[in-house]
């Protein structure tokens, strides 16, 4: 079976914009090119937000694609705008048609606000780069997203929202010091979610292109002391991902192979497609 898959990049058109200015890949390209890799053969579409919804192909719906992969978002969660009050109903849109879902950061938040929990801003600030110690709980070395994972790993990540209510129908799956909720399962109806708060799709180059952009906040919030500092860490992240071999970079700034092995780094998107979207499971049937 031919499968075809749905990237929505939830940026709104600013968001994509200020991505741009500081030479970053579009959050909707970034999950094209990984399904490509993980699913030779597939069709891979991309549907870019724009109020007042995703734009699909002409002629498509929802209910035509075998899977649904959500991208991170400038937006926020726990704001009553209609962009969010938009999103969160294709979330539900999803869920009732049976699809099975996919995505990070942003796409947790989703998940987990679309059926009855609650996200804020998170009191200790950006949690940026590098997510340290993330620690899966019981329900999550249990669940076949993390299957072949380890029990604790580092992550790329970028996030300031947070889950502070997991809500009926979402099951806490991995944690660390710095959000409790690392990753989520929501089964709700027909439909299931699986979502991490933090980035398997970055690379080191994501990482840094984002950490310009987020500079500002960055040094505000006492996580960086300058702009200049914030590009020299950059250019360390980049020279690391030109040459993994960089011992001296990763050792510097705590990279390991959780991060700079792909196949490590983007096992739960790889058992997603394998177990949730390629299997036929009953979420997928339509």
């Not at 909707?28 to 991309?46: F, I, K, M, N, Q």
């Not at 999803?94 to 938040?109: D, H, K, N, P, T």
């Not at 340290?132 to 380890?150: C, N």
């Not at 490590?264 to 499971?281: D, F, K, L, P, Q």
Request: proline letters at 5%; a negative charge; aromatic letters at 8%.
């Amino acid at each position: 079976m031919r499968l075809r898959l749905l990237v929505l990049d939830a940026y709104d058109d600013a968001g994509r914009r200020a991505l741009s200015s500081v030479g970053a890949t579009h959050a909707g390209v970034l999950y094209a090119r990984l399904l490509e890799r993980l699913c030779p053969g597939a069709t891979v579409d991309v549907a870019s937000f724009r109020e007042p919804g995703f734009a699909l192909p002409s002629g498509s719906t929802v209910a035509d694609y075998d899977g649904v992969v959500w991208t991170g978002s400038n937006l926020t969660i726990h704001q009553d705008t209609p962009a969010v009050r938009d999103q969160l109903a294709f979330a539900r849109q999803s869920l009732a048609a049976g699809l099975s879902s996919f995505g990070s950061c942003w796409a947790a938040q989703v998940a987990v606000t679309a059926t009855g929990g609650r996200c804020a801003a998170n009191p200790k600030g950006r949690e940026f780069g590098i997510g340290r110690q993330i620690v899966l709980t019981a329900a999550g070395r249990a669940h076949p997203m993390f299957e072949g994972k380890a029990s604790v790993f580092d992550a790329p990540t970028s996030h300031e929202d947070h889950v502070v209510e997991l809500g009926p129908h979402a099951t806490l799956l991995a944690s660390n010091e710095f959000s409790v909720v690392q990753a989520v399962s929501v089964e709700h109806g027909p439909g299931s979610f699986w979502a991490v708060q933090y980035h398997p799709e970055f690379s080191l180059f994501d990482v840094a292109r984002l950490g310009v952009l987020r500079a500002p906040q960055l040094v505000a919030q006492g996580f960086l002391r300058s702009r200049e500092e914030a590009e020299a860490y950059a250019a360390e992240l980049e020279a690391l991902e030109r040459d993994p071999a960089r011992k001296d970079i990763a050792f510097r700034l705590g990279i390991g192979p959780d991060v700079l092995d792909v196949e490590r780094r983007t096992r739960e998107v790889a058992n997603w497609i394998r177990r949730r979207v390629a299997s036929g499971s009953p979420s997928h049937e339509r």
